[in-house]
């Protein structure tokens, strides 16, 4: 089993900057692509960034490109979220996701077999 656990939440006023961890134990080396998720108040959990195993390759939704940068430290274990020029519209609980695979939808929740509990970023306007 994987556990993933997520830190780094908080309030931060619009144009500022957070920077979330994602810190992996157990079967770690069960883990391929990695990924971020949130949920903003009163809506679904949608897809923020996603980076494969060596961090090479990765993906962003279009909300967040050019003010997000998603990485990932192997030899921690642990994954990044470095988030810039924050909106209050980025106020939602934050989640990371691991996959046992290395290939797929990395945009859909289903392809991820471990989750974080969750952190909470809130974005003042």
């Known amino acids: 089993q994987v556990q993933l656990v997520e830190s780094g939440g908080g309030l931060v006023q619009a144009g500022g900057s957070l920077r979330l961890s994602c810190a992996a134990s157990?079967?770690?080396?069960?883990?391929?692509?990695m990924g971020w998720f949130r949920q903003p108040p009163g809506k679904g959990r949608e897809f923020v960034a996603a980076t494969s195993w060596s961090g090479g390759i990765t993906y962003y939704t279009d909300s967040v490109k050019g003010r997000f940068t998603i990485s990932r430290d192997n030899t921690k274990n642990t994954m990044y979220l470095q988030m810039n020029s924050l909106k209050p519209e980025d106020t939602a609980v934050y989640y990371c996701?691991?996959?046992?695979?290395?290939?797929?939808?990395?945009?859909?929740?289903?392809?991820?077999?471990?989750w974080g509990q969750g952190t909470q970023v809130t974005v003042s306007s």
């Open positions: 157990g079967r770690t080396d069960a883990l391929y692509v």
């Open positions: 996701a691991g996959s046992r695979f290395n290939s797929g939808n990395y945009y859909s929740s289903t392809f991820y077999n471990y």
